[in-house]
Structure formats: structure tokens, C-alpha cells
């Protein structure tokens, strides 16, 4: 049963430090997403790529946050320095974009981030 | 973007159908209407999605209204499990060149509550 894979689930972290969460999408698949939510903001879009290059990270901010692909197996999100404010569950969301239809998201289970 | 609006939350019994309907009056002619789920600590789960046509899969059926201004999901037996929060999407055609398909903008949705 293929399925999104994230890493960490749980990271605790003080303020200040270097935080990189780790996505592996679905084999085969060509687009990938990263979502944030809050009990405040809900689901938000981050950032996506689509065969690994970035197509838009107007989500991000950009001070801090950076998001990219090494290879099509993983993809990354960096936060540096970390904020109390990014405490967050940050989902990876893979899809196979195909010309004309429409593409269905599988997300993983979730990177739970508390900044303290 | 079209918006979605849908109830906050709603009360369903075991074994019954559950009906969750989505107001869309904004909606454009080339807008796609997609449902997810979001069981508690889980990422979201793709439901079904359909443009003019009612549509059905093994999860649910979504039944569209003539003039698309509206959409209600139908879960045919409602278990235990399908306790979650469920979202009502928008989401424009993919253009013909293959890019440009952004990502899922999840609102609020419907908190549903399954009472054995």
C-alpha cells in the first residue's frame, strides 16, 4: 500500500534552532505539496514542486523558510531560525499531475512541530 | 477564488446515510468540486471529486446540483470511522500545458459527529 512517508513525526525544538522536516512521496509520483495547520489558520498551502522544480511558495515565508527536492525520492522543509509561532503540524502531500485531469493529493501523516 | 460554504458541524446516527452539502454559488464553469476528509490526527484523505456529473466510488457519492451552485457528499452508511471533519473544495481545471495546478485551499468544512 503505497503511502506518503514523514520525518520526524514529534519534534520539540527551543527558539532559535534549525528545524528540517522530511517528506518521501509516493513513488511515480511527480508533484508534491507542503501544507501547515493550525487551530487558528486551518490548512494552509506552503509551497509546491512539480518534477522537482518549485512552482510556487508564495505560502512560505520566505525569511525563514525554504523548501526543496535533492531527488524525487524526498523532498525537504527547513526552518532557520525557528519561532514559537511555527509550532505546527506540517503535512507532505504527493499527486501525478497529468495534462487535463485532475489531480487527487495523498498526504502523509503529519510533522508535529512545537517551538518553544 | 470561489469560496465554499458549509455548516460547522453535523450529527449523524450509525448505519444512517449522512448527507453534508457545500454552497458554491461563485463557482466557475471550469472549476472542479473535490472532497477531503481529515480523520482526528490524520492527514487529509481524498474523498471524490466531480465537475457536472453525480459521481460515486467505493467511499461516497457527491451529487451535484444542476446548476453547480451546490454539492452535497453522501455517505451511504455512516460508520464510527467516518467520524471526521470533511472539506469542500474548488479547484480549477488544470491548464493544457500540464502546469499551474495549484494547490488544495481547504476552508473550515464540517465537523461530523457519528453517535452509535
Known amino acids: 500500500d503505497a503511502r506518503v512517508t514523514q520525518t520526524p513525526r514529534h519534534k520539540v525544538t527551543e527558539m532559535g534552532q534549525e528545524v528540517t522536516m522530511r517528506c518521501q512521496p509516493i513513488l511515480g509520483h511527480n508533484t508534491v505539496f507542503w501544507y501547515r495547520q493550525t487551530m487558528m489558520q486551518g490548512l494552509e498551502l506552503l509551497a509546491y514542486f512539480r518534477n522537482r522544480a518549485p512552482l510556487d511558495d508564495s505560502g512560505m515565508p520566505k525569511d525563514r523558510f525554504s523548501a526543496e527536492m535533492p531527488d524525487a525520492t524526498l523532498a525537504t522543509l527547513k526552518i532557520q531560525p525557528s519561532e514559537p509561532r511555527d509550532s505546527a503540524v506540517y503535512f507532505c502531500?504527493?499527486?501525478?499531475?497529468?495534462?487535463?485531469?485532475?489531480?487527487?493529493?495523498?498526504f502523509g501523516p503529519g510533522t508535529r512541530l512545537l517551538v518553544l | 477564488d470561489a469560496k465554499t460554504t458549509q455548516p460547522n458541524s453535523m450529527e449523524s446516527n450509525e448505519e444512517e446515510p449522512v448527507h453534508l452539502p457545500c454552497n458554491h454559488s461563485?463557482?466557475?464553469?471550469?472549476?472542479?468540486i473535490h472532497w477531503y476528509r481529515q480523520l482526528p490526527s490524520q492527514g487529509p484523505e481524498y474523498v471524490i471529486h466531480?465537475?457536472?456529473s453525480n459521481v460515486n466510488n467505493r467511499m461516497a457519492s457527491l451529487a451535484i446540483a444542476e446548476d453547480r451552485k451546490s454539492s452535497t457528499l453522501i455517505l451511504h452508511r455512516a460508520t464510527l470511522r467516518d467520524a471526521a471533519v470533511y472539506y469542500c473544495i474548488l479547484k480549477p481545471q488544470e491548464y493544457p500545458s500540464g502546469g499551474g495546478a495549484d494547490g488544495l485551499t481547504f476552508g473550515k468544512g464540517t465537523h461530523l459527529i457519528i453517535q452509535p
Open positions: 502531500a504527493s499527486g501525478s499531475a497529468r495534462a487535463r485531469t485532475q489531480e487527487t493529493q495523498y
Open positions: 461563485t463557482i466557475s464553469g471550469t472549476d472542479y
Open positions: 466531480g465537475l457536472t
